[in-house]
């Protein structure tokens, strides 16, 4: 089997799409085929709620396009956008970049953490929905901006450090890197820990996904839509609702 | 001090917006105003996740329409649809249906009850996201369509009121009714337990609150965007992204 | 509807419930009466476990006079002590002014705080008890007596400022002032988020209840007394049990 | 050391005070002095949120008189009434019998069950204030009053010997057997796991506890009160509050 | 990268062993080497407590054995049998059966559930251990044993189809087949989610983890054991004690 | 009732286990014998989780020994190892020495907190496997081996003097002392709150479950083992897992 993999931006900065790309390629095994996307209207970043609720419609949207031509999907974002939404919505594996490097942590260690830029509220809720609260060792927002991360990589790396000892300090086995821009850092970095990159993790999880071919489920609240009627929707994801 | 209050839906089918709004001008306050909206776009109902995240733009998009006009917004739709984004997003107070019902079936008894149409699992994690499950009874899914409901009020009522027996007889001393279709519901149903519409208690919840007159929060999740870029989006939803 | 709403002390300092009472009218809608009154036995402020126990009596022999003759009860105490019984207890509408500062909360963000004088065991107890710890960011105890609030407004009010800002570093939305004595010092304080008084919240909440005219249960560990016997206690209160 | 334990009723049903005194002497060690008391005012027999509330106050009021002249509390009374007050209020240690018969349970498999007369839901919050909410396997309220209990035992017999069968079923290892109306009943019943009854739980703890010494805190919640002022309160419990 | 995964049966029956490598060079990418051992000591099937607690010894006392020379070990025991001392006292990465069909339900849907045969009690156990509670729908135990399943596998099947329905009528979005007795089965079953087979799961992660190439951790209670001493162990086990 | 109990230590140095039988015989009831034994083969001292996990095979294979001989069994290390399954396996009572100090705790505040030496991420699972995590105030890992404890008794006792006092600011209202090393350093320390030897409160919970004298669970997951196979272990081990 030769996986191909949509890595799927959900912010419309095509510059974050590429970063992504390259890393899903630097992870993928030889024969895995990736492709990248980005969405045609929204927000720029996503840094708050309504951005983030905004963006899932563009998400949803661009992958309506590419539903039944890829084998399975990385949301490229960290905050993992409407990854429920995408999961029922496609007939191929969707996993989330935060949600697949938290999966990886639970193998790696007893309880684990997560760094992220800015603030860390929306991560909390993000880990508690998906349950991981009980292995959350702690979260830290380093005051950076992605702006500041490219003009000073090596200051702000020096914060991300300090925010490591402070999680391993607190018990954290695993660290999280929350986010795209995280991603360059990992060189800079010195950890005790493993540190967990989300489009690694997530590109492997999906290599494992595509084969174990699990079939889609025709019940609960992932099973496809069916006959359900929009207005003003594109025609790809009219139709995917439409069944 | 008159409120105006928004009864916002998150879906397109304007006569579900209309079943809202009378039912909330039934239990609106003398000075209360009440108007209502639909959205330009998205799913005619929202019945599965995709549609429920699609949704969350159309809402949006309605809602930036109204922002500053209005003193308070019920979110009309049972899944509370991007709750936590147009309260961010908005100037003014924002509650939603079921929030409202399950926030006032707080204060009636120990543990409460939900019932809806269809599958519970969106609603179960809705109130677990919440932080609600401590106190949640049980869920109980009615089997019926809203096409039934109008066909069949009685038959579909015997059901609902079957419900209501089983989640009393489980320890629920307040009962939720969720979704507008439950509405005019209530006077067809016997229960020995309060009974919640969304509507009622999300008016009467946002009169408190516009009574109350809390200031917009600066700081954390919930203080308004600034400076954040888009594209593709309505001018007065990307000129409240901006701030 | 013009309700009728008694501000309940539960302990035996009436300089106290003069003050609850003041704060209730200044947040009463026009046509709310405020009634307010004062257990003939017990603590004369509660500040320990047993003295929280012993006042529930006091407080449901004071609230025995009253029922029937009132439209709603507010507990003018920040443990809402004996909430459970009162509500169980009475014909009409009862809430703790920290239970409904807490509900309100819930509105404003994602997580919320409490500040307190003196510990905070019993009001960490309180919130779990409501089901409200998964949404609690902090509480924090400001090492101050009632006395010293009278002596030095100023600097009790710099210590709960720096209570506060802790707070809202660790992630607090919104912030309930719990306490009588916070009341009157909401103007000397600045914050970023809300600041919830229970009084007024639990106006503007029974307000609403009253509002919406929800019958009293009839079954479930809230429906009224029938047919208890007692001793010793006052006609009312033994009525009350008899049912 | 011989130790002087004090059976406390918290009703004022003296029958039910000599039945659990002679429980509690058939499961004293040798050496062990049992005295029991009942207190002056308060509900006859304990079944609802406002019985239990008022009655916390005559307990109180009871256990003032014994203070300082036994070595140890057990509450006879299936709802442990007022346990942190009591334990806050006086020099010694006080137990529950349904804490002491859960704390034992705990000791004897992986979750345990409860059962009751009539409704559960004041056992399901008690539990769960205790914590024990993650070993509870299941609540079971047998339908029977203790007047029943006294006319047909075989007939509730069986109906408690069935409540038996479903918690084991749902996964019980051991099972708490709540309320006095239920220590007869042992003889009665046949279980697979360990039936608990409160009052010998409770007589055991107490000597462990006697026999351990432990001193009484004078930090926290749990430290004797100091200084507290009140009215209408018997002297002795006055006395207690003012230190 | 060419992986050597080496399958550990943590109980002494060799032809549970076989039928867990061979399921699990079934699931292996091809380039993914299978190796297989068996304990030299211990309980021939795990069914119990004591039995589990005894196996964790002669699984660790065979990877000791194993140590260096594999790139990623499989528990092939659904009880994840000393899952985590495993983890810390090997250099490669380590998942068990159970955890890892978890782990790959957790990205099918909202809820799973598990069946196994016999009793749930530890399976609820261990999956409240990794976290998985509020993820966990539902636990099913089918009332057979291995024997039974090899006697009459057509017979033992309808039951477990029975246990699907009744976990997918709960609520379960994929269910977690438990048990190596289990694997042979799925062809016999339709189910409407997936099903998910450990053995499967658990290579397909493994592949995925041997991919990441995350280092050993330096930190925490996963670190390797340094200058442990031990006494009455095999050489292999007492020289990775040591470091 | 003249108990015979068995203080079984589950390393190997001999030295530890006459430290906790000295304890333990100066915490029993005039009439308790005292018997200590230790494991065959295993650690020398638990201290990591692969230690942990093969400590649990030398301790049933010593248990194994005493089964039937003995009254009662507490397990002289503070990671409790194996107590489930010891307490499947024995046809006595069992209690661990931290699970026993825990238990007592409870009875003594809101909240406790705990002591160890070293890292406490172990301790902080085995609590919250008990299910005492909602009553857990904070544990404190003192930096020190029990190398130091004997080397400098005053500046180790310092160490955990100031750990007494961040968990007593923290909310704890008892203190549990976790480990042998622990247990001599009580009386250099002073507490506002009770501090829990585990030693001491094994024995007394254990002649208390040796009082009340319940009959050995015949189903569930406590039940004996009947007719369990095995290979390679002890014949006393083996005899009881053939039951």
């Known amino acids: 089997m030769r996986p191909r993999l949509l890595i799927a931006n959900a912010n419309t900065t095509a510059g974050i799409t590429e970063l992504c790309a390259a890393a899903a390629r630097r992870a993928a095994s030889p024969g ?13 970043v996503i840094g708050t709620r309504a951005e983030n609720a905004i963006a899932a ?3 949803l949207d661009l992958l309506a396009e590419h539903a039944g031509a890829v084998d399975g999907v990385l ?8 990854l429920d939404a995408a999961r029922q919505l496609l007939p191929c594996p969707v996993v989330g970049m935060t949600e697949a490097a938290c999966l990886i942590a639970l193998t790696q260690g007893a309880r684990f953490g997560l760094i992220t830029f800015g603030g860390v509220e929306m991560y909390r ?9 009980p292995r959350l060792a702690g979260l830290a927002g380093v005051p950076a901006t992605p702006e500041q991360v490219l003009a000073d990589p090596a200051g702000v790396a020096a914060l991300v450090q300090r925010a490591i000892g402070s999680l391993v300090e607190g018990g954290a086995e695993a660290i999280v890197l929350g986010g795209a821009a995280m991603a360059g850092m990992a060189e800079r970095l010195a950890a005790p820990v493993p540190l967990l990159d989300g489009i690694a993790c997530g590109v492997k999880l999906l290599e494992a996904l595509c084969g174990l071919g699990l079939p889609k ?3 609960g609240s992932h099973a496809a839509p069916r006959g359900r009627e929009s207005c003003g929707l594109s025609p790809a994801l009219a139709a995917l609702l439409k069944g």
Chains 1, 2, 3, 4, 5, 6 share one sequence.
């Open 32 to 44: 895995t085929e990736i492709v990248a996307a980005t969405p045609r209207f929204g927000p720029a």
């Open 57 to 59: 419609h563009g998400l």
């Open 75 to 82: 949301l490229a974002v960290s905050h993992d956008t409407a």
């Open 125 to 133: 809720e993000l880990l508690t929905r998906y349950g991981f609260a």
């Open 217 to 219: 489920p025709m019940a």
